[in-house]
């Protein structure tokens, strides 16, 4: 049974950092290319981050690029999202995803396990 769990969630005052953290059971997980989405209230589900199976390639949607981070630690089954300079609209449900195919997985319809999320709320 594959297990995807999130943690890292917070509160924290605009231009702040937080770390999210992915951890993987019950998949190869060095086989599969990992992604962060988000959804705020109201909102479709936004892709932010992926990398490859390797993690050497990694993509950003528009909204995150050059504040955010993707990693991953394929030793400790773990995909990672570094967040700096968060703003009041980074609001939103975080969730990690493995997907499909090992590279370049930018779409949720490319992603086949998901985790529960955990909630960022940045206050202005």
């Known amino acids: 049974q594959v297990q995807l769990v999130e943690s890292g969630g917070g509160l924290v005052q605009a231009g702040g950092s937080l770390r999210l953290s992915c951890s993987a059971s019950?998949?190869?997980?060095?086989?599969?290319?990992m992604g962060w989405f988000r959804q705020a209230p109201g909102k479709e589900r936004e892709f932010a981050a992926a990398?490859?199976?390797?993690?050497?390639?990694?993509w950003y949607g528009s909204s995150v690029k050059g504040r955010f981070t993707i990693s991953r630690d394929n030793a400790k089954n773990t995909v990672y999202l570094q967040m700096n300079s968060l703003k009041p609209e980074d609001t939103a449900v975080y969730y990690c995803?493995?997907?499909?195919?090992?590279?370049?997985?930018?779409?949720?319809?490319?992603?086949?396990?998901w985790g529960q999320g955990t909630q960022v709320t940045v206050s202005s």
């Open positions: 019950g998949l190869a997980f060095r086989s599969y290319g």
């Open positions: 990398n490859d199976f390797t993690g050497d390639n990694t």
């Open positions: 995803a493995a997907a499909l195919k090992r590279w370049g997985a930018l779409r949720a319809d490319e992603y086949a396990y």
